[in-house]
């Protein structure tokens, strides 16, 4: 089974606050992304990479900032969070973007913004 | 872009009777790819099935699916419901050089 690492599991910040959230897959896959996933909204794509050095913007990308810096590590910032960013964080990564290569899943971080 | 809709936000069954989840989809593309997730609690989302080719059955784990291009649907079936079929369930489709969508996740609760 590929491997998904998300780090911290879990993480409390106040409002304002400085926040990076890290993904490790050792899958070698190209593609990787960071969902959030909130109750009636579902899983919601902030930011995709399909390679070192490479960002895609998302479906909500505001308040996000991410860097892909290897194949393996892509990270998730929040510079200046808010509760509206209060959420469970999903990473991910695929083989290929649009294929019938399926997405494996980190355990995901919940984020918690006070 | 692409849109995946699950109708229905929660489902609760009695133990043993029939599962039907909704999933319809929209794209501009021909062959999309559409996939099942299952989430059980506090876990992560991982594969349940996926499929490709237009009216055939695909089934994994008690669950199936069939792709109906004609109608853009991939409902999710089962037979008998059981307890620990409880979980969120998401339809999404993916398709070449796209990123892929997700529906906003069917909650299942099953009871006795």
């Known amino acids: 089974e590929a491997a998904v690492t998300q780090s911290p599991r879990n993480k409390v910040t106040v409002t304002g606050g400085n926040v990076t959230l890290s993904c490790r897959q050792t899958n070698s896959h190209n593609y990787m992304y960071w969902y959030r996933q909130d109750t009636g909204h579902g899983l919601r794509l902030i930011h995709y990479?399909?390679?070192?050095?490479?960002?895609q913007i998302g479906d909500v990308p505001d308040g996000y900032k991410a860097t892909r810096t290897t194949q393996e590590d892509f990270f998730l910032l929040l510079e200046l969070a808010s509760p509206s960013q209060t959420s469970l964080y999903f990473c991910?990564?695929?083989?290929?973007?649009?294929?019938?290569?399926?997405?494996?899943f980190g355990h995901g971080t919940k984020l918690s913004v006070l | 872009g692409d849109s995946v809709t699950q109708t229905e936000g929660l489902v609760t069954l009695t133990e043993g009777l029939p599962v039907m989840l909704n999933c319809t989809y929209q794209t501009i593309y021909s062959n999309p790819f559409l996939f099942w997730y299952v989430q059980h609690l506090n876990e992560s989302p991982r594969l349940l099935l996926k499929?490709?080719?237009?009216?055939k059955r695909t089934e994994h784990q008690g669950f199936h699916a069939t792709l109906h291009k004609s109608s853009s649907s991939f409902h999710l079936q089962k037979s008998s419901a059981q307890l620990s079929d409880s979980a969120l369930y998401y339809c999404?489709?993916?398709?070449?050089?796209?990123?892929?969508?997700f529906g906003k996740g069917t909650s299942l609760v099953v009871h006795p």
């Open positions: 990479s399909y390679g070192a050095g490479n960002l």
């Open positions: 991910a990564s695929s083989d290929e973007r649009g294929s019938n290569e399926r997405l494996f």
């Open positions: 499929s490709f080719t237009d009216n």
């Open positions: 999404a489709l993916s398709r070449k050089n796209y990123k892929p969508t």
